[in-house]
Nanobody, 118 residues
């Protein structure tokens, strides 16, 4: 069974940057669709970015232009580079994977907290 472990969260000032990492074990990511989701307190979990099996990249409207998802198959790791962070980006960010889709993944990490505040 695949295990996903996020890292890289923390406190950052508005306008700053963070890079989240998601290390996978138990499965190679070369044939796995990978996604990042986030959950803001009091709200439902929402899609942020994903890389499909074919390599197509998807972003939410709020992430497009500021966030970049990438995958390093050699390291079996997925990244989310987040720039120009805003207070509304404060959330717990989850790495997720699936054998078919980026939008309804079956495997989830435990999350890493990102706080954007001055």
């Amino acid at each position: 069974q695949v295990q996903l472990e996020e890292s890289g969260g923390g406190l950052v000032q508005p306008g700053g940057s963070l890079r989240l990492s998601c290390a996978a074990s138990g499965r190679t990511l070369s044939n796995y669709a990978m996604s990042w989701f986030r959950r803001v307190p009091g709200k439902e979990r929402e899609f942020v970015a994903g890389i499909s099996l074919s390599g197509t990249i998807y972003y939410s409207p709020s992430a497009k232009g500021r966030f970049t998802i990438s995958k390093d198959n050699a390291k079996n790791t997925v990244y989310l580079q987040m720039n120009s962070l805003k207070p509304e980006d404060t959330a717990v960010y989850y790495c997720a994977g699936d054998s078919l889709t980026v939008f309804q993944p079956s495997d989830w990490g435990k999350g890493t907290r990102v706080t954007v505040s001055s």
